[in-house]
């Protein structure tokens, strides 16, 4: 069955460092993976999407890395801040049907 | 530029009661619209979508149904509500087959 594994339900980090998030799958073939920030009581936002044949991609202090043979994302905040607390969803295109797919998300907690 | 829009916000509903939750989209043409239930700390469970006028995809059998009568208008329903049904409803729209655009969400709860 297919699969979307967020590494931890929640995750606690200092401010200032590095926070790296996991996002694994199984039985998907995605043309690219996605990722989230949800704050409580509010929907996703969309932060930053990634193909099959990237690597990795950067936005300001978020870097995404994609990995289709280990079907693995990795989900980095540098220079972490307390706002970056949040809940950060990863998503996959679902290639057989007109969707995407959620993981259940994890809760990043950014102590100052 | 595109809103989605939601309501209401906050719905208290007696278990057997129906629902009707509203979802527009403003600023895009033929979109593709979701429903989606969030269980408290949990993630997101995808209900339905909509690829245009009149075409549902149901995800999971369930209590629920949607329509879609207008381009930009997305409708979630049920005619009687079960205690399971609690929980937070995202409609969210998209272009193409990739980044999607949540609305603010409603918060339903069944007692």
């Known amino acids: 069955s297919q699969k979307i594994e967020q590494n931890s339900e929640a995750l606690n980090i200092q401010e200032g460092k590095t926070a790296t998030l996991t996002c694994n799958y199984t039985?998907?073939?995605?043309?690219?993976l996605q990722w989230y920030r949800q704050d409580p009581g509010r929907g996703p936002v969309f932060l930053l999407l990634?193909?099959?044949?990237?690597k990795e991609k950067r936005k300001e202090r978020l870097k995404v890395t994609f990995d289709t043979t280990l079907k693995q994302s990795l989900f980095h905040i540098t220079a972490s801040q307390p706002a970056d607390s949040a809940t950060y969803l990863c998503?996959?295109?679902?290639?057989?049907?007109?969707?995407?797919?959620f993981g259940a998300g994890t809760r990043l907690t950014v102590k100052p | 530029s595109q809103t989605i829009h939601q309501w209401p916000a906050t719905l208290v509903q007696p278990v057997g009661s129906p629902l009707s939750l509203e979802c527009t989209v403003e600023?895009?043409?033929?979109?593709?619209l979701y429903w989606y239930r969030q269980a408290a700390g949990r993630g997101l469970q995808l209900l339905f979508y909509s690829v245009g006028i009149g075409q549902i995809s149901s995800e999971v059998p369930q209590n629920l149904s949607a329509s879609r009568p207008q381009d930009r208008q997305f409708i979630l329903s049920s005619k009687k509500l079960l205690l399971s049904d609690s929980g937070f409803y995202l409609c969210?729209?998209?272009?193409?087959?990739?980044?999607?655009?949540f609305g603010p969400g409603t918060r339903l709860l069944v007692l």
């Open positions: 998503a996959l295109d679902n290639a057989n049907n007109n969707d995407m797919r």
């Open positions: 990634i193909r099959e044949n990237e």
């Open positions: 039985n998907y073939s995605p043309a690219y």
């Open positions: 969210a729209w998209s272009v193409q087959r990739d980044r999607q655009y």
């Open positions: 600023g895009t043409s033929n979109p593709n």
